[in-house]
């Protein structure tokens, strides 16, 4: 571990890097609640990066951690390649990264206008006030909100424009990368693309880097240049968005490809869909945390954690052992056996 005081070498060219980040919490009983394991990922400047997985998956505690809202209890947050050590690094990455929450009606402050919620961050970070309201009219702008709505409270808003709002006060410190977290999840369909529209034309006037959490695929297949897929805590698979999506070489992936719906009564072919539920993160199973839930597992899968193996092209990768030669081979030689209805927990920490 590095302390402070010291210069290390940037680590690679990316603007925000988790690299081998840990993050857990106490539970009950003297558990612990393995929230994110060893997930290293990088965003590079310019780039949209989804975060896809179910509920509970620790997309979202990975991108609070990344912005320093979590400590983590094992691997560093890199900006520009150099650990966040110290109050003034942590206030650059305040500044550079901003993030937007899913929830619009709690994001806000009720006591406060909507001239004072997007003005904030300036006053916190020591704007000159003169300042202030040219800042403030631009953020709006550039969320298509009119300056009528200033003087307004949240109460007086609509759902898309309180979203808007939170996005104006993201905005307005000027950042290199938003974190969006499923920010469009609460939004009625027909004002989801117009905030969807807003973010990527701000992507392309500002040269925004996005890193965009969803459960939604087809979400993440339009918007995104890569693609990470989170299963209990780990990255099963990523790589770039159309190759992820239309060629999965996880299990996983595959499962939540087939369970898009298909616009045609019997189309879409052979289909996997997973049964079960998520494990509780509390007790993650041994050896491949998904193989409880896996038509294609095997005998190695209880017992072995594979690591993100080269899966195709474009650097796509994918943690599961039919890409391994080692097993995969073995694999290949019968079917699968049938997946397991329970799975031996991991001993707590």
Not at 9 to 29: C, I, K, N, W, Y
Not at 233 to 256: D, F, M, S, W
Request: net charge neutral; proline share 9%.
């Amino acid at each position: 571990m590095l302390t402070a005081g010291t210069n290390p070498a940037p680590r690679g060219d990316a603007l925000l890097t988790a690299d081998h980040v840990t993050v857990e919490f106490p539970a009950r009983r003297r558990a612990t609640v393995h929230a994110v394991t060893d997930v290293t990922i990088s965003l590079r400047p310019g780039e949209t990066l989804s975060l896809v997985g179910e509920s509970g998956c620790g997309k979202s505690t990975l991108g609070r951690t990344l912005l320093g809202l979590l400590p983590p209890a094992e691997g560093d947050v890199l900006l520009d390649g150099l650990p966040i050590l110290g109050r003034a690094r942590v206030r650059e990455l305040r500044r550079r990264v901003q993030m937007i929450f899913q929830d619009p009606y709690q994001t806000l402050n009720p006591r406060m206008t909507v001239r004072a919620i997007v003005a904030e961050p300036l006053r916190i970070r020591g704007v000159p006030k003169a300042q202030h309201a040219a800042r403030v009219a631009q953020a709006m702008a550039d969320v298509r909100l009119g300056e009528q709505l200033l003087d307004r409270h949240p109460h007086q808003l609509s759902g898309g424009q309180r979203q808007r709002v939170a996005i104006a006060a993201a905005l307005v410190l000027e950042p290199e990368a938003l974190i969006c977290d499923e920010p469009v999840s609460m939004l009625d369909v027909s004002v989801r693309t117009q905030i969807l529209d807003v973010l990527l034309d701000l992507r392309s006037r500002r040269e925004l880097t996005l890193l965009f959490v969803t459960h939604d695929l087809s979400l993440a297949w339009a918007i995104c240049d890569r693609i990470a897929v989170m299963y209990l805590g780990r990255v099963v698979e990523q790589g770039p968005a159309a190759q992820v999506i239309e060629q999965p070489q996880h299990p996983y992936t595959r499962a939540l490809v087939d369970a898009v719906p298909v616009p045609k009564p019997g189309g879409g072919g052979r289909r996997e869909l997973l049964s079960g539920e998520l494990p509780d993160a509390a007790r993650v199973p041994t050896g491949c945390r998904f193989h409880p839930r896996c038509p294609r597992r095997f005998d190695p899968c209880d017992h072995v954690d594979p690591p993100l193996l080269a899966a195709g092209p474009g650097d796509q990768r994918a943690a599961c052992l039919l890409l391994d030669p080692a097993h995969g081979a073995a694999a290949a030689g019968g079917p699968a056996a049938p997946a397991a209805p329970s799975s031996t927990p991991t001993e707590s920490r």
